[in-house]
């Protein structure tokens, strides 16, 4: 099973920063089949990124995904009030298809 | 209209069963895999597991195998996570998902919250 760890665990920035998140696989992720997940309280996981770096529909620019083999990373280039939230990468290249401990995108 | 409604939320006892469900529309549900995620209060997302709704053929991530079942009507676009006898430790939050044909989560359900209390 591919264990996904995730940094920082916490990330304090104010709006109009760029926010940078690392996901870090155990083994490499095959076909760069990787997905980030944006989930606010209450509510449920929304898709962001598929294949490393494909917005999903409906997902503004500012968000961008890179990355290959065990190394990934989530780029939010100047960040919203509507993007504090905890973020989730996901590897489904292998199965179990396994998710990251996630990072907390809080206000400064 | 892609849509995925769970169930409401449970308050049960250690040792009873339970069953939530999770019915899709908008889309042609046995042309898509759902699966099974829970989340454990303040903690993140665990795959449980995962259906193909057309023909029930099933698959479980190796923490979840014997602790759950996964089943599905296709009659009525409904899938189903349940317990035979549940525990404290099954306290979370469980979500349903659909699986793209490329094999992410594109659409999630709201959420069904059970709680395992004595």
């Known amino acids: 099973e591919s264990v996904l760890t995730q940094s920082p665990g916490t990330l304090s920035l104010s709006p109009g920063e760029r926010a940078t998140l690392s996901c870090r696989a155990s083994?490499?992720?095959?076909?760069?089949?990787l997905a980030w997940y944006q989930q606010k309280p209450g509510q449920g996981p929304r898709l962001l990124i598929h294949?490393?770096?494909t917005r999903a529909t409906g997902i503004p620019d500012r968000f961008r995904g890179s990355g290959s083999g065990t190394d990934f990373t989530l780029t939010i280039s100047r960040l919203e009030p509507e993007d504090f939230a905890v973020y989730y990468c996901?590897?489904?290249?292998?199965?179990?298809?396994?998710f990251g401990p996630g990072t907390k995108v809080e206000i400064k | 209209e892609v849509q995925l409604v769970q169930s409401g939320a449970e308050v049960k006892k250690p040792g009873e069963s339970l069953k939530i469900s999770c019915k899709g529309s908008?889309?042609?549900?046995?042309?898509?895999?759902i699966g099974w995620v829970r989340q454990m209060p303040g903690k993140g997302l665990e795959w449980m597991g995962i259906?193909?709704?057309?023909?029930?053929?099933?698959r479980y991530s190796p923490s979840f195998r014997g602790q759950v079942t996964i089943s599905a009507d296709k009659s009525i676009s409904t899938a189903y996570l349940q317990w035979s006898s549940l525990k404290a430790s099954d306290t979370a939050v469980y979500y349903c998902?659909?699986?793209?044909?490329?094999?992410?989560?594109?659409?999630w359900g709201q959420g069904t919250l059970v709680t395992v209390s004595s």
């Open positions: 998902a659909r699986r793209s044909s490329y094999y992410y989560f594109d659409y």
């Open positions: 908008g889309y042609s549900f046995t042309s898509y895999w």
């Open positions: 259906i193909y709704p057309d023909d029930s053929d099933t």
């Open positions: 083994q490499s992720v095959p076909g760069s089949f």
């Open positions: 294949g490393t770096s």
């Open positions: 996901q590897q489904y290249g292998s199965s179990p298809a396994t």
